[in-house]
RNA sequence: GGCCCCGUCGUCUAGUGGCCUAGGACGCCGGCCUCUCAAGCCGGUAACGCCGGUUCGAAUCCGGUCGGGGCUGCCA
């Protein structure tokens, strides 16, 4: 049998690396197997769903590179894939479980099952509701027919066990006395998500449930409902959950943990992609970087971890940094020039030719657009740091660095990276400065800050009218400290 | 309260009775390199929650305990 896995997001906001987590799992094992990865809506609670997360949550997806193969927007053999667009069948099996006594009408009030739980509780044992079935179906029907407000719930075995063995946690055990007769059918007429997405998951032939561990618990639900629809249970497979790094479960208080952030923010998605393999799986061989192709080709769902992981994205950082290290040097340049604005002619030249000394000292996407910006401005609109004119322009050494540097400078021909690194250095010899003290103030000159690219090569790359401009212009608000 | 899951360096993890005086990675600290910052290289810091038991031998097996977490909803 071939293996048909799903990831099954509600649309009430956008993706959120925990789902985005088990998706990529559940993508990688159905890559390894050459199975079917199928992407499903479950959004039975219309209140909270929302279309335009529909959208985001695909481009999600399709930015970190987990295609698939049946679902929303791909379509596929069973329909929309969409839990709003299949209420008749939900209706269906429903009205299967009634008829044979399997579910029942309950008309209890929220107010009288909370009382009922509450005693449940109090009495110290299982804190189940007793059933709300009246036994007598004909007169349930008739009661709803005349318009009283009713759930259908499941009737939960009073005894007995369901078993099965988890891929991640092995066997597992629950039994049934614990288990409340949950509700499948709200009074709104809405399936719950239990219900919903169980008879997807059997309808659509799942072979394998891989899902979070909070969802461990509800299993028995599904086993019960998948067994009364006379089908035989899929694998499951209870992955960790992921925390935020005060230890607590990850949300919105641990800043956007959605996606589209880690998008925004200049991450790359092989990078975060290869990031949240390392959550909760491990390649192996002390390796932590590798490609999709390889963990792919490594990955299986029994290898996956049980204890939950802190979303920490120090690592995140480091990794981002490799593959933008690793980068094509075209392709970096294609992937920060969109964040650098409109540029003329000269300042594309400057920043291509700059471009693969930025490209080794970035860690971020739009760090590479914040070391480049002094390339972008004019010569006597040059901003300085606070700070690192503090600490290089006023200095005993910051005059003779600025005029040594002019006077060898002036009129250097020709004018290249060596020539520039020869006369500068031929100008410390003569100051008697050492390389920090004599270059720095004319790094700040140049580019308004002490950290920068490489001095030599952004002086070839400016070119020497900007160059020396630059240089004066520092010179004589150094002269004139109140001209700041 | 009840049911269930988990517990190796700060973080992600390797480890399935001896190869472990516990390995790798990130971070951190120090050094080298060096025109700044990175990168790179070298070195260092740092963990089996605790208590019993099984065994010639336990991070690995068992029990307990403590700690963390999930579920307990007409959310998913």
Redesign the pocket.
């Known amino acids: 049998m071939s293996v048909r896995v799903r990831i099954?997001?509600?649309p009430?906001g956008s993706l959120h690396v925990g789902n985005a987590r088990s998706a990529l799992f559940n993508w990688l094992f159905a890559r390894h197997h050459g199975g079917t990865f199928i992407l499903r809506l479950?959004?039975?609670?219309v209140e909270?769903s929302e279309e335009h997360h529909v959208v985001q949550i695909q481009e999600s997806f399709r930015w970190l590179g987990l295609d698939w193969d049946e679902g929303v927007g791909v379509g596929g053999p069973h329909g929309t894939y969409r839990q709003s667009d299949r209420l008749d069948r939900y209706a269906e099996v429903v009205d299967g479980f009634l008829a044979r006594g399997i579910a029942y009408r309950?008309f209890?009030?929220?107010d009288e099952?909370d009382e009922l739980?509450r005693a449940?509780?109090a009495a110290?044992?299982?804190?189940?509701?007793p059933s709300g079935a009246s036994g007598d179906p004909v007169a349930d029907l008739a009661r709803a027919e005349a318009g009283e407000?009713?759930?259908v719930r499941f009737a939960v075995p009073a005894e007995g066990a369901v078993e099965f063995d988890d891929v991640?946690?092995?066997?597992?055990?629950?039994?049934l006395a614990?288990e409340?007769d949950?509700?499948l059918v709200?009074?709104?007429g809405?399936?719950?998500?239990?219900l919903?997405?169980t008879v997807d998951d059997v309808d659509y032939e799942i072979t394998h449930v891989a899902r979070?561990?909070?969802?461990?618990?509800?299993t028995p639900k599904h086993i019960l409902i998948t067994r009364a629809m006379g089908a035989e249970p899929p694998t499951y497979a209870?992955m960790?959950?992921l925390?935020g790094?005060d230890?607590?479960?990850l949300s919105k208080r641990h800043g956007d943990t959605s996606v589209r952030a880690f998008m925004d923010a200049g991450y790359l998605p092989e990078a975060m992609f290869n990031f949240m393999c390392?959550?909760?799986?491990?390649y192996?061989e002390?390796?932590?970087?590798f490609s999709k192709e390889e963990a792919v080709a490594a990955f299986d769902l029994d290898?996956v971890?049980?204890?939950?992981?802190?979303?920490?994205t120090?690592?995140l950082?480091?990794?981002n940094?490799?593959y933008i290290?690793a980068l094509d040097g075209t392709d970096f340049v294609d992937r920060v020039r969109p964040m650098l604005g409109d540029l003329d002619p000269e300042q594309e030249r400057r920043f291509e030719a700059i471009a693969s000394?930025v490209q080794?000292?970035?860690?971020k996407l739009p760090e590479a657009a914040d070391q480049v910006g002094f390339l972008f401005v004019a010569d006597d609109a040059i901003e300085f740091d606070e700070a690192s004119w503090r600490k290089q322009m006023t200095k005993d050494f910051s005059r003779p660095a600025l005029e040594g540097g002019l006077a060898v400078l002036g009129d250097l021909e020709p004018w290249t990276?060596e020539a520039i690194?020869g006369a500068l250095?031929g100008n410390l010899e003569t100051q008697g400065l050492?390389?920090?003290k004599g270059?720095?103030p004319l790094?700040v000159a140049l580019t308004g800050?002490?950290?920068?690219?490489?001095?030599?090569?952004s002086m070839e790359v400016l070119g020497k009218d900007a160059t020396v401009a630059r240089l004066e212009r520092a010179l004589s608000m150094v002269e004139d400290p109140a001209g700041d």
């Open positions: 099954a997001p509600s009430t479950d959004d039975t609670d909270r309950d209890r009030s929220p099952l739980r449940a509780q110290g044992g299982p804190p189940r509701v407000s009713f759930t991640v946690r092995g066997p597992m055990r629950f039994d614990n409340d949950f509700v709200r009074s709104s809405m399936p719950t998500y239990h919903a997405s979070g561990e909070d969802l461990l618990a509800s209870h960790p959950l925390f790094p230890g607590k479960k390392l959550l909760g799986w491990s192996g002390d390796r932590e970087v290898a971890g049980k204890n939950t992981a802190v979303f920490d120090t690592k950082d480091w990794l940094g490799e290290r000394l080794e000292r970035t860690k990276t690194d250095r050492n390389a920090r270059l720095q790094r800050s002490a950290v920068s690219p490489p001095l030599f090569e």
